[in-house]
């Protein structure tokens, strides 16, 4: 993605410029927009053909339920040219839940029967935070029971979001009504980590501890740029080198995140961490925070040239001579003495 086709999802990441003022918050560029997105959304689902197939097999019942632009379901890249003929072709489509299992058959809750030889599951996976407990979970900022939020932290979080929603709708008019789509019951909080990594209460605390930086808890497109601009930041972080704002300015950071993650992605966006057109930006607040500017190529190529992992060759040199890198020099030496 280019860092100006990235301006045209209404994004917090984007910063605040004329441009993106423009683009999202001017009523006849709203509607530029909004027809720009409904014509992506058109071809892709005129690419898959969902209601022109046949249908004995319930290939129609794959079509998405809400436009591409919410990205309320799970999107994918097609790769191979007759992935949906293959589909429609050799796969019976059922869209229920499983009931009961009995020998060489799945009963699912709405009635319908299967006979099966073999069943794969592919259930996903489970973020590996389990071994927190709920109170470590609620002071690090981590996912958890909203029943465990103390009173005084629920009605902190309720304040902080109520005023970042009012600038969310501000910045972003066409958020403010979606289209009728899935929603899970909310039970669990949204990630809470400044930038995505840092725990608010962490750095905080009387002695300035900052023992605890999370790497990979964000949702994105290209994990791999993602978390080369992440340990970078978080090494920052760690080692103290990284001036940090007050707290009040962090929760705010986070509030305004969460809020606006919410209304953007929907279901996928009371995660709080849900980005999918967001990789550019997310990363370039990063760098930016480090003051690296190395993956930066002049204002030309910045707009029009696809941001690749490439771009990253030069930073951690960047990164070195910015902030030093003490252990690894000395490291170095005793390996090249022969220690």
């Known amino acids: 993605m280019t860092r100006l086709a990235a301006t045209f999802t209404p994004s917090i990441m984007n910063g605040a410029t004329w441009w993106t003022w423009f683009l999202h918050s001017t009523k006849y560029a709203i509607k530029l927009m909004a ?40 999107g994918g890249l097609l790769n191979h040219a007759d992935f949906f003929d293959t589909i429609e072709q050799n796969v019976r489509i059922y869209c229920a839940d499983v009931q009961s299992l009995d020998k060489g058959l799945i009963r699912l809750q709405s009635g319908e029967e299967i006979p099966a030889q073999a069943l ?63 929603h899970k019951p909310v039970t669990q909080t949204p990630y809470r980590l400044y930038k995505h990594i ?34 970078m930041w978080a090494t920052a972080y760690l080692d103290g080198s990284l001036a940090l704002p007050r707290l009040r300015a962090r929760q705010e950071d986070v509030a305004l995140f969460t809020t606006w993650c919410r209304r953007r992605y929907l279901n996928n966006g009371e995660k709080g961490n849900w980005m999918t057109f967001e990789l550019v930006g997310y990363t370039d607040r990063l760098l930016e925070q480090l003051g690296l500017k190395s993956h930066r190529t002049g204002w030309f190529w910045d707009l029009f040239d696809p941001c690749m992992a490439r771009d990253l060759v030069g930073v951690k040199d960047e990164y070195v001579r910015q902030y030093g890198c003490d252990g690894v020099e000395a490291a170095g030496a005793k390996m090249d003495a022969g220690e």
């Open 35 to 74: 027809s720009f997105w409904g014509a992506i959304d058109k071809a892709t689902r005129e690419d898959a053909n969902f209601g022109g197939r046949d249908h004995a097999n319930g290939f129609d019942k794959l079509e998405p339920h809400t436009p591409i632009f919410w990205q309320n379901g799970t």
């Open 120 to 182: 794969l599951c592919g259930t996903g996976w489970v973020p590996s935070l389990q071994f927190f407990t709920p109170e470590q979970c609620v002071e690090l900022g981590l996912p958890h029971s909203r029943k465990d939020d103390p009173p005084d932290e629920e009605a902190l979080w309720a304040q902080l979001e109520a005023a970042a929603d009012k600038k969310v709708l501000a910045s972003f008019p066409s958020l403010a009504n979606p289209p009728p789509h899935y």
């Open 198 to 231: 840092a725990p608010l209460h962490d750095a905080a605390s009387p002695d300035g501890d900052r023992s605890t930086a999370f790497v990979g808890h964000i949702c994105v497109g290209n994990y791999f740029h993602g978390v080369e601009c992440q340990a």
